[in-house]
Nanobody
Framework: QVQLVESGGGLVQAGGSLRLSCAASGRTFSSHSMAWFRQAPGKEREFVAVITWSGNIYYTDSVKGRFTISRDNAKNTVYLQMNNLKPEDTAVYHC???????????????WGQGTQVTVSS
């Protein structure tokens, strides 16, 4: 069983930065791939980034060069550094844990409640 708690969201102006954190409970964190998804109002949840248990990293095209995902297995925490934020990044951001580091939300069995990110223009 893995429990996930996100933090770090907030209101920021376009061009600003935020760092999201996702703290995980449980002793199997290092064996899970960790991903960030986001859901904007009226839209479906979409993949943002993943860091696999082996350290491979993938991003959706719209955040490449602006977002950085990382993990600290000693702290059971995954991070999402978001720079040069745009209004279209506004969404609730969720972290997720799973064994397969894919783009598909159905491959992740554990989810956090989410943290709101709002980017004003």
């Amino acid at each position: 069983q893995v429990q996930l708690v996100e933090s770090g969201g907030g209101l920021v102006q376009a061009g600003g930065s935020l760092r999201l954190s996702c703290a995980a409970s449980g002793r199997t964190f290092s064996s899970h791939s960790m991903a960030w998804f986001r859901q904007a109002p009226g839209k479906e949840r979409e993949f943002v980034a993943v860091i696999t248990w082996s350290g491979n990293i993938y991003y959706t095209d719209s955040v490449k060069g602006r977002f950085t995902i990382s993990r600290d297995n000693a702290k059971n925490t995954v991070y999402l550094q978001m720079n040069n934020l745009k209004p279209e990044d506004t969404a609730v951001y969720h972290c997720a844990a799973g064994y397969r580091g894919t783009y598909y939300s159905s491959d992740y069995g554990y989810w956090g409640q989410g943290t709101q990110v709002t980017v004003s223009s």
